[in-house]
Each structure stands twice: as structure tokens, then as C-alpha cells.
């Protein structure tokens, strides 16, 4: 029916108002579905700029505060789904299904492709695209004499289209080429490990960013760093003046995506303050000092668990997990506490993507 409707009445609209036309529809469903309508729909579709303005869209519309958890279990239908809403979380009920076979825990995200494994045994990993539930099962382990993982991450280098999935090892990292089906590896020049309070790697602005514990003989401490895919290298990015600061007491780094830039959070012990930065755009930054600016500090504010996150915004509030806790800021005051049973896990976002893991 969709063939033949496009046969009789589209044949003499311009092909820039069917792309306008087909870019208003949220529903990836559809728009995988239209792919078969004819060449030119299929070739509009598939065009990575319109897949990119397409999940940019889905991103800016009202009520797009869905987020998945990142376990699931046999008795579950799927990764269950959880909505932020009217100053109210709703949890539960709807879940994303078709989870592929034997996969049961969410690692990380990027452009709505999520890194699975398996929990009971993380020797299996594939990509795979909720919305449109595209997978790819990436080839193999990659093996370091039987070096641990200490985390993970996926990037989407634009210019090639190539999803890269990283692994951070103790002393070296490997990389997975979706486009090559290829793995590659490089040193890291120093010793790191996971510090325990950040999760996954977090894509945002072009790259994918960690904080890191590292050892050297040179340097001990906590670092951020961040995957480049142009060069295949991972690069250290200062972090805000007022973390080197001997005189002030921050704990609990963490990082997250906010408004399509980075955000790092740092909680004052002292003072019992909330710190929150925001990078400015553009990945190539260098250790220019100027890159960060203060987006809010909120006082009074107690933590329980250290490895509380800020998780998104919801009008001009920013909400922050902590286990069963969301707390709720915004002008510098702790306005609300939102509670909800978070057992399985953190949250990460639910996108409407046409991203393939291929």
C-alpha cells in the first residue's frame, strides 16, 4: 500500500520536501519500513547526514527523558524501560524487546547503538541498535595474556562512518573496527584502572571519554581522557583548575552528557557541595585552561553513595541518580528527592536511532 501511495502521489513533489517530510517522523519503525517504498526514499533515508540531523531531532522533542536499564535476566522480556516525566519517575511495564540471544547486560552507548554482554560470562559482545534491533556480534575477544578489562566504550567516527569499540586494559587498549572487522592495539604509556565511581565510556561531541585511576612513575591520580577516532589514540583532557586545587577536597568524579556537550561532576566533601562543568565544544582541545565553564554549584547537598551521576535535564533542572535516589537542582537548590526502585542497575538513555552497528 506504502508502494503504491508513493507511485500516484509523491512522484511530483521535490525530493528536499519528502526528505523534510520523512525527517518529521519519530518512528524508527516507519522510517525502516519506508526504506522499501522505492530507491529514492531509501537512498534519502539512508544518507548519514539525514540519520544524523534525524537523531538530533528525536533528541530536542518534549518528553524524550526514556532511559533503559542496564540489566536485564531470564524472566525478564527485555531491558526494561524507564520514563522521567511531570517530576515523576515511571518505571516499569514496557520493556525493549529482541534483546539478541545469550546478551543480558547494557556496557555502554553511542548514537543509540549499545555495547551488550553477557554478565554470568563477559567473553561475548555485540552492538546492537534497539530501534531498529540491528546487531553485530564483533568477532572476537580481544585477548592481552589475559590482562582484565577495565572499561569499555564505543565512538562513531562521522567522517568514515565506522562504529570503534574500545577496551581500556591495565597497560594497553584494543580497538574494534566495525567497517575493517579488525582489531588493533596500542600502549597507554602508564598503568590505569577503573576508580569505581564512573561507569562505561560516554560519547559525546565526537569522542568518547573516561575517568581513569592511572600509576606511573611520573604521575598518580585520576585523569580524563578521551578516545579520538581520528587518530585511533587516547589523549589526556585537563580537567577545571579548581579540581588540582591541594586546598579543596573534591571526591567522586563522574561525567556525563548533557545537553549534547560534556559534563563532569565533582562533589566537595567539606563544603558538602555539588560541582558541575561544562566543555565547551570541539574534541581537539589541548590543554587550553578556558575550556570549561561552570554550569552550577549546588550547596547543602549530601551524597550517600559516591558513584551518584548527573543524568539528564528535564526543563531547567538537572537530575542526578544515586541508587534509588534522584535528586532534583536547579538555581543553585536542591528542590525535590524522586524515588524509584532502581535494582539492576544505572540508567542509560533510549534513543530513536537509525544508526547501524555496521
Not at 34 to 58: E, G, R, Y
Not at 71 to 87: A, H, M, W
Not at 223 to 233: A, C, E, G
Not at 246 to 266: E, V, W
Request: glycine content about 6%; charged content about 20%; some cysteine.
Amino acid at each position: 500500500m506504502a508502494r503504491k501511495l508513493a507511485k500516484t502521489s509523491s512522484s511530483n513533489i521535490p525530493p528536499e520536501i519528502i526528505e523534510i517530510i520523512l525527517s518529521k517522523l519519530l518512528s524508527v519503525k516507519s522510517l525502516v519500513r519506508f526504506k522499501a517504498v522505492s530507491k529514492s526514499w531509501n537512498t534519502i533515508i539512508s544518507d548519514p547526514l539525514f540519520i544524523q540531523n534525524h537523531l538530533q531531532s528525536s533528541d530536542n522533542t518534549p518528553n524524550n527523558n526514556l532511559f533503559l536499564r542496564r540489566y536485564t535476566n531470564s524472566t525478564d522480556r527485555g531491558f526494561p524501560l524507564v520514563k522521567l516525566e511531570g517530576g515523576k519517575i515511571h518505571a516499569g511495564g514496557i520493556s525493549v524487546e529482541n534483546i539478541p540471544n545469550g546478551y543480558n547486560v547494557i556496557l555502554c552507548d553511542c548514537n543509540g547503538v549499545l555495547l551488550l554482554t553477557d554478565r554470568c560470562s563477559e567473553k561475548k559482545y555485540a552492538l546492537w541498535n534497539p530501534s531498529t534491533r540491528r546487531e553485530r556480534h564483533l568477532a572476537t575477544r580481544y585477548e592481552l595474556n589475559g590482562d582484565y578489562v577495565v572499561d569499555h566504550g564505543i565512538c562513531y567516527d562521522k567522517i568514515t562512518g565506522d562504529f570503534k569499540v574500545v577496551f581500556i586494559f591495565a597497560t594497553e587498549y584494543a580497538i574494534y573496527s566495525c567497517n575493517n572487522y579488525s582489531w588493533a592495539k596500542n600502549k597507554l604509556g602508564t598503568k590505569c584502572r577503573n576508580i569505581g565511581s564512573t561507569g562505561s565510556g560516554i560519547f559525546v561531541d565526537g569522542a568518547t571519554y573516561w575517568i581513569l585511576g592511572v600509576e606511573s612513575t611520573n604521575i598518580s591520580g585520576t585523569q580524563l581522557v578521551y578516545f579520538d577516532s581520528r587518530t585511533d589514540k587516547l589523549k589526556v583532557l585537563r580537567m577545571p583548575e579548581q579540581l588540582y586545587d591541594d586546598k579543596i577536597y573534591f571526591l567522586s568524579y563522574n561525567i556525563a552528557s548533557l545537553r549534547g556537550s560534556l559534563c563532569l561532576y565533582s562533589y566537595n566533601y567539606h563544603e558538602k557541595s555539588v560541582h558541575i562543568w561544562i566543555k565547551e565544544k570541539g574534541i581537539h582541545v589541548g590543554d587550553n585552561r578556558t575550556n570549561w565553564k561552570e554550569f552550577v554549584t549546588v550547596g547543602y547537598f549530601r551524597v550517600r553513595y559516591l558513584w551518584m551521576t548527573p543524568l539528564c535535564f528535564v526543563e531547567n533542572k538537572v537530575v542526578f541518580q544515586e541508587k534509588s535516589i534522584r535528586f532534583v537542582s536547579t538555581e543553585k537548590t536542591v528542590e525535590e528527592f524522586l524515588a524509584v526502585d532502581v535494582y539492576r542497575g544505572r540508567f542509560i538513555p533510549y534513543r530513536n536511532s537509525l544508526y547501524y552497528p555496521a
